[in-house]
Structures are given as structure tokens and as C-alpha cells.
């Protein structure tokens, strides 16, 4: 039986990141675990600690080491699940077990519970009205109009009356003092979304959902647990599946998690899982507080819950009885974490599943080439559904060639065609909406009149523009001068492309002055619910036209909705990103989605300067299946993943000499490795300055590898990050890894 325990102290410090061992006390041997939660003298102080792992082999000073004192009550084995979890994510992501734990096991914070505080009317709502009558002859304005929010209502929160109905606080206090209210606080729970009405309605599956559900219940009932992929084209059902598969495993006493990407998380998309699991169902979203996630991730560990809905993060909601896992619109590069560690949401909840004994689903109308081709190898299980409910056609699309408007003399962002067919639909009392693919407006450079990109010689990425007049690729570090006309064509017009939604909105609202026009980008959806006000202004048809960028595109059911365009779809083609490719028909073709999901047919006017590029014309025809063999083909050649793994890594430094020394000594040293054969596969590229070279006074180095084994990276990753903590030149500097990135640093 093992005698120490390595243990981490607090979580919630910084500093402290390096597990500590302790003496098991005789008594405690055997029962203690790993993932239990201590307490241990620490300093002069008593702190509490995980044990993340138990040894036999004593690795400190035997004179100092000291006992664990006691093991912490409800120390449930679900932590240890995720503990394990962490170590598996720290393995395979870098960055150290303190950054691991922290993002697995939710902290809890020192500041007092969020109590939510309540108005309560304390008089009859006959008194009330004579009060109310009182207040207004007297002209008390301000408690009038506080009285009359509170009649005929139960509880009222007091951020509702002070914020949206603007009532002061004086106002509440002396209704108080009057007696004629009374302000409770208590502990909340509730979703965020408020109350939902659970009708309990029932959905007929139609056949393609009832096969799709039918396959993976099959394998459920015989104990197959695995990573399906379900492939549906957009408005083909897939939430009923998914909420099926829950409702099931749910009544077999097993719980879910949801991820949605934020953006998607709409009060549409959680309506439907309040339908079905009620109060059973939770909700997380960035805006959340700590204390508030910390709640939902108490009651799902109670388990007061069966579902948890949300972003990322909500991958380590606390469920010891974990059923199912699903990733909706598995292809969001949000699903991939931005800080250390940059795990994939992806990976890493098949990793939970296997450890939990759950199976995941992957769902996605343009599922990411790394899902399909791993579906492809027999990884995954492929499912599909290739209709759309009700048998609705798919929108049908049309390119335009820009580069033909301008030499028809049309200068303007809305081609002869998209006028056209936005005239038409204004005159018929339909919707539009323009999406302006803004993506990577990171400052290629493109010839207006040909469509041309400079790219890199090296490595087939477009080349970004420096302001000091110079193209840069952020692979692998290699320059040329920005050509002041056209390489190819010769025409003066090759410069940055430069449009915002706001442009676009004066745009439209002088070519059609009648028109109601509504603008979502970062700027209008900036304040709280700003993004929910504006769908849902759309959805009531508040408005003809929405303009928006990459927020418009995603899941949003708008039945009067016949025209989408889509403006300057070229723009994430050519960032300096090898998904370049895989985003643009993504994008494309889940904007194409939002047209003609109601009773009428949809039409789709893509406009570009690439109108022969396999990701622009292979959506028109939405043909997932053809853009990714030649897709996967392209990767092959290149060995981008997933033909082939990548990894990034960073040095940064606050002195540029220092960030440029050590990015440089340590590709060298990678580059000797594989020369004398402890590395031969792996490819060592740059370095390169980051794509943002300066952030905040730091500078930022990048050095690629690459190799056919994940697993050889990892072990480049493990001797790096040896070397650098064992020389103190690198005191100064932070190194950091992300594989197989989702975009340029
Ligand atoms: P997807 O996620 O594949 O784009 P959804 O799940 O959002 O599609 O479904 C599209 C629409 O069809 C939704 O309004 C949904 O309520 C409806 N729907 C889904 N399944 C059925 C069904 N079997 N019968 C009728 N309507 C359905
Ligand atoms: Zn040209
Ligand atoms: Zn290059």
C-alpha cells in the first residue's frame, strides 16, 4: 500500500504548481485515492489539496516531510475521473497540472454566494391599486411606476426593476419602509434563460432520424460505446436526435452534456431541451460568473440534473453517471481552447467518454476534415441525414464573379444580381440576409481585377501584409515586397481588402431607402442581450434586411427567410491558415442553410473573386462529400493535418532580442535532434514572428514542426519544455505548445 501522496495544494494559486509529497497517515492507507480532496499543514497554515497520485517512493527530505491531516468530506470519485482527465490533457496539450486542473474542476470562490434579491408586493391587489391611485395624484412618479410593476406578479428581481425598468433603490427603500413591499434574497439556481414552459410535445421521427437514432441505440443496448458522426445537411433535424438519444439514456438513469458553441446557444436551441428534461436541464454560458458555474456544477454533481448545456467548458460538468457526450457543430474552431491548455473540446471528450463509459456524437452539416476523415479510417461511425425536414429543397445558389462587375463598370459591394433579387424580395414582404465573410481581414492582399493572391512559396498560405510594405507568410517566416501591380494581370487594383458591416448598412440603406435594416456585429451586440434582442427583432419580422458577419450563420431558423447573400466570400480563403479551404465552405455553406427553411424556397447569391476555387464552387453545389476528397487530397500532398500532425510553439519574451534568441536556440536544437536521429520524422519550420508579432509589449516567436505520429511531438514537446526549465536563460521568456492548431498564433 502506497505510503506518500503527491498532492497539489489550492488550485486557485498561481505560484503553487508543483504537486507536494505528504505521509499517509496508517490509517488512511488504502482508502485515499486519487482525485480526494485533504487537508494538509502547509507552511504555518492548513490548506486544502488534491492527491494526484500515490507512490511508494519517497522524492523529498524524510526529516520534512509532514502528514495529511484528514480527508475532506464528500470527496465523490468523479473528481478523480477528472483529475485523470487533467493528467491525460497536460500529456497531450502541455502547460503544467495546475493550468490542467484549473480548467477541469471548477474553483470556488472565496466571495459570498450570489443570492439574488426578490420584490414581493406585500398588499392585496385591491390596496394596491388605491396606493397606487395615492401615488399618482401625488405625482410620486418614481413609485407609481415601481407599484405597478409589482402588481399582479409574484417575486420580481430587483435587478429587473432597477435595471430595465430604471426604478431606484430609494424608491424600493421607501416602499419598504411603508410596508407595502418586501426585498428577500435567495440562493438561485435558475437557468439564466428564466422560466420555460415544458409542453412535452411530441416530434414524430421521420425515417432518417429514426435509422440515425436506431443505430447508435442498438450499439447502446448491446454496451458498444464510440464516437459517432452525424452528417446532416443544415435543417435536417439533427437536435431531435440528439434529444432523443438523451431522452433515452436519461430514462436508463444515465446524464448528458451538450456542447453548443456560445454563439449558437440560443434561446431556441435550449427551449427545445426544456421541453423535454424541464428543470433537469442547465445551462452554461461565458457570461456567467464564477460563483454562478460553480453552482450548476454543484447540483449536477448532487445530481440535480440529467442535462448540462453549453460552451466548452461545460465538458467538465461533474456527472458521475455520464451517458452521452455531444459535440453540435463539431466543425467551430471554437470548440478549440485558446489558452494553455489548448486542449480540443473534441478530443477530449472522447477521452471523458472512454473513461466514463459514454459514447459521443459529433454532429455537423460540414462536419471538420479531421471528423470525416477519421469516419472515413472507421474511427467514428458515420451517420447521415441527407434530407431536410418536410422534404424542403435546399436553397438554391448562384455565384457572381466580381471581377466580371467591375468590368461591366459596377463598382459597388452588392453585384447587378444581388440588387436584383433583394428589390424582388422587398416587394414580396420576404427576408434577406447579407453576410459579409469577415474572417481573416487580416490583410492579404488581392488583384481586384483577376482575383490573384501573392502566396508563400513554401508553404501555400497567403502571404500577410506588413506595414512596412512587405508580405509576410507566418509559417515559416519567409518576406517579399508588396508588388504594386499585379503580378499576373498587370492591374493597378491589388491592394488590401477593406469593407465593415457598417459600411455595408449605409450601403444598403441608401440603394433601398424603405427598407428596415438591422446590423449584428461585435459593435451592436456589445451590451447584454443586444445579440438576442436583434434575432429575435428579426424573427418577428421587425426587419427586412439583417447584415451581419460571422454571427448570422449560425443555426438560426428564420421561416420568412428566401434570400441570403453573401458578400466578399473570398475573404477566408486566403488567410494565412492551412483550414483556410475547410472555413470557407463551411461558412458558406451554413450561410447558404439560413435560406428557405420555411415554406418557401431559399435562393443564395454568393459573391467572390475566386469564382473557380473548389471551396467556392463545390458549396454552390453543397457537395460536402466532393470538397473533402479534394480537401483531404490537398492535406495528403502537404501533410497538414489530418494527414500528418502539427505543432506550434511560442516564445514570447518582453525583450525582443531575448524572444528572437531563444526561438532560434531551441529550432536548432530540434533541427541537431533530428539530424542525429532521436527525432527523424518530425519537420522543424521557422521561426517566424507570431502573426501578431507585439501583443501588449510581448513579443512573439513561432517555431512549427510537424510529423506523421502525434506521439513524436509530444516527446519534441516533453524535451523542450525539460531543457527550458532546467537553463536559467529562459527565465525570462514563456514557451508554449498548441497542436494541431486551428489558426496562426
Ligand atoms: P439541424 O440542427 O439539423 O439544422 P434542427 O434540429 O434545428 O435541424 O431542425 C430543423 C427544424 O425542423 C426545427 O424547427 C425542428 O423543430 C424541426 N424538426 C426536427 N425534427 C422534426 C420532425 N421529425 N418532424 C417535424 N419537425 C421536425
Ligand atoms: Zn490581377
Ligand atoms: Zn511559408
Given at each position: 500500500m502506497a505510503e506518500y501522496a503527491n498532492i497539489i495544494i489550492d488550485?486557485?494559486?498561481?505560484?503553487?504548481d508543483k504537486a507536494f509529497q505528504y505521509r499517509i497517515p496508517e490509517q488512511m492507507r488504502g482508502a485515499l485515492a486519487v482525485g480526494m480532496q485533504v487537508e494538509v499543514p502547509f507552511g504555518s497554515r492548513e490548506m486544502a489539496g488534491y492527491v494526484v497520485g500515490l507512490t511508494?517512493?519517497?522524492?523529498?527530505d524524510a526529516a520534512k516531510i509532514k502528514e495529511i491531516k484528514a480527508v475532506k468530506e464528500g470527496g465523490v470519485p468523479i473528481e478523480s475521473q477528472l483529475i485523470a482527465l487533467a493528467g491525460w490533457m497536460r500529456e497531450n496539450y502541455g502547460g503544467t497540472m495546475n493550468h490542467a486542473l484549473k480548467t477541469v474542476l471548477p474553483i470556488k470562490r472565496k466571495e459570498k454566494e450570489k443570492k439574488q434579491r426578490f420584490v414581493r408586493l406585500l398588499l392585496e391587489e385591491g390596496q394596491a391599486r388605491e396606493q397606487l391611485a395615492q401615488f399618482e395624484k401625488k405625482r410620486h412618479v418614481a413609485r407609481a411606476r415601481l407599484l405597478s410593476a409589482l402588481i399582479g406578479q409574484g417575486a420580481v428581481p430587483y435587478r429587473d426593476l432597477t435595471?430595465?425598468?430604471?426604478?431606484?433603490p430609494q424608491a424600493i427603500r421607501a416602499l419598504g419602509q411603508m410596508g407595502i413591499l418586501e426585498v428577500e434574497e435567495r440562493r438561485d439556481y435558475r437557468s439564466p434563460y428564466g422560466k420555460m414552459e415544458r409542453t412535452r410535445e411530441a416530434v414524430v421521427l421521420n425515417e432518417g432520424q429514426e435509422e440515425a437514432v436506431g443505430r447508435v441505440w442498438q450499439d447502446w443496448e448491446r454496451g458498444i460505446r464510440r464516437t459517432y458522426l452525424l452528417h446532416g445537411v443544415t435543417g435536417s433535424g439533427k437536435t431531435a436526435v440528439y434529444i432523443e438519444l438523451i431522452d433515452r439514456a436519461v430514462r436508463c438513469g444515465k446524464q448528458a452534456i451538450v456542447l453548443i458553441p456560445e454563439i449558437a446557444l440560443t434561446y431556441q436551441t435550449v427551449r427545445r431541451f426544456y421541453q423535454r428534461f424541464g428543470d433537469r436541464v442547465s445551462i452554461l454560458n461565458s457570461k456567467m460568473s464564477a460563483g454562478e458555474r460553480y453552482d450548476q456544477f454543484e447540483r449536477a454533481k448532487r445530481g440535480e440534473l440529467d442535462v448540462m448545456i453549453g460552451p466548452?467548458?461545460?465538458?467538465?460538468?461533474?456527472?458521475?453517471?455520464?451517458?452521452f457526450i455531444i459535440l453540435d457543430e463539431?466543425?467551430?474552431?471554437?470548440?478549440?481552447?485558446?489558452?494553455?491548455?489548448?486542449?480540443?473540446a473534441r478530443e477530449t471528450a472522447i477521452e471523458r467518454a472512454r473513461m466514463a463509459g459514454a459514447s459521443v456524437i459529433l454532429g455537423s452539416a460540414t462536419p471538420s476534415i479531421d471528423s470525416y476523415h477519421a469516419a472515413m479510417r472507421g474511427e467514428y461511425t458515420l451517420l447521415e441525414l441527407k434530407k431536410r425536414i418536410g422534404e424542403k429543397p435546399l436553397p438554391a445558389c448562384c455565384v457572381v464573379d466580381m471581377r466580371e462587375e467591375l468590368r461591366q463598370g459596377n463598382r459597388s459591394i452588392l453585384s447587378g444580381r444581388l440588387q436584383e433579387l433583394m428589390e424582388d424580395r422587398l416587394s414580396r414582404r420576404q427576408q434577406a440576409m447579407l453576410f459579409l465573410?469577415?474572417?481573416?481581414?487580416?490583410g492579404f492582399v488581392s488583384c481586384r481585377s483577376c482575383g490573384h493572391v501573392p502566396k508563400c512559396p513554401h508553404c501555400d498560405v497567403s502571404l500577410s501584409q506588413h506595414g512596412n510594405g512587405r508580405l509576410v507568410c507566418h509559417y515559416c517566416g519567409h518576406e517579399e515586397a508588396q508588388p504594386a501591380?499585379?503580378?499576373?494581370?498587370?492591374?493597378?487594383?491589388i491592394s488590401g481588402f477593406r469593407a465593415g458591416t457598417q459600411k455595408i448598412e449605409e450601403i444598403v440603406k441608401k440603394r433601398f431607402p424603405a427598407a428596415r435594416v438591422l446590423r449584428m456585429d461585435f459593435d451592436t451586440t456589445r451590451k447584454k442581450d443586444g445579440y438576442e434582442q436583434i434575432l429575435s427583432a428579426f424573427s418577428n419580422q421587425e426587419a427586412d434586411i439583417l447584415i451581419g458577419t460571422?454571427?448570422?450563420?449560425?443555426?438560426h431558423d428564420f421561416p420568412n427567410v428566401t434570400l441570403v447573400g453573401v458578400l466578399a466570400a473570398d475573404l477566408s480563403l486566403?488567410?494565412?491558415?492551412?483550414h483556410a479551404a475547410e472555413r470557407t465552405f463551411q461558412l458558406l455553406t451554413q450561410a447558404a442553410g439560413?435560406?428557405?427553411?420555411?415554406?418557401l424556397p431559399g435562393e443564395v447569391v454568393i459573391q467572390t473573386?475566386?469564382?473557380?476555387h473548389y471551396a467556392v464552387e463545390l458549396a454552390r453545389r453543397q457537395d460536402y462529400r466532393a470538397f473533402y476528397e479534394t480537401e483531404a487530397a490537398y492535406r495528403k500532398m502537404m501533410h497538414y493535418p489530418p494527414c500528418g500532425h502539427m505543432m506550434v510553439m511560442l516564445v514570447a519574451s518582453r525583450d525582443e532580442m531575448t524572444a528572437a534568441l531563444s526561438a532560434e536556440l531551441l529550432a536548432k536544437k530540434a533541427r541537431r535532434a533530428k539530424e542525429e536521429g532521436r527525432a527523424p520524422g518530425v519537420s522543424v519550420i521557422g521561426p517566424a514572428n507570431a502573426?501578431?508579432?507585439?501583443v501588449k509589449d510581448v513579443y512573439k516567436k513561432v517555431v512549427y514542426f510537424k510529423d506523421e505520429r502525434y506521439g513524436e511531438l509530444v516527446r519534441v514537446k516533453d524535451a523542450v519544455e525539460q531543457f527550458v526549465s532546467s537553463h536559467?536563460?529562459?527565465?525570462?521568456v514563456t514557451v508554449q505548445f498548441d497542436f494541431d492548431p486551428m489558426a496562426g498564433f
Open positions: 488550485i486557485s494559486q498561481e505560484k503553487l511508494d517512493t519517497l522524492e523529498c435595471g430595465k425598468l430604471g426604478v431606484s466548452r467548458s461545460a465538458l467538465f460538468t461533474p456527472f458521475s453517471k455520464l451517458g463539431e466543425h467551430e474552431a471554437s470548440y478549440k481552447s485558446e489558452t494553455v491548455p489548448r486542449y480540443h465573410n469577415r474572417r481573416g481581414l487580416a501591380v499585379c503580378p499576373k494581370c498587370g492591374s493597378r487594383y460571422q454571427m448570422i450563420v449560425k443555426g486566403h488567410v494565412s491558415d492551412f439560413r435560406a428557405g427553411r420555411g415554406k473573386y475566386s469564382p473557380d502573426a501578431v508579432a507585439k536559467r536563460e529562459f527565465s525570462n
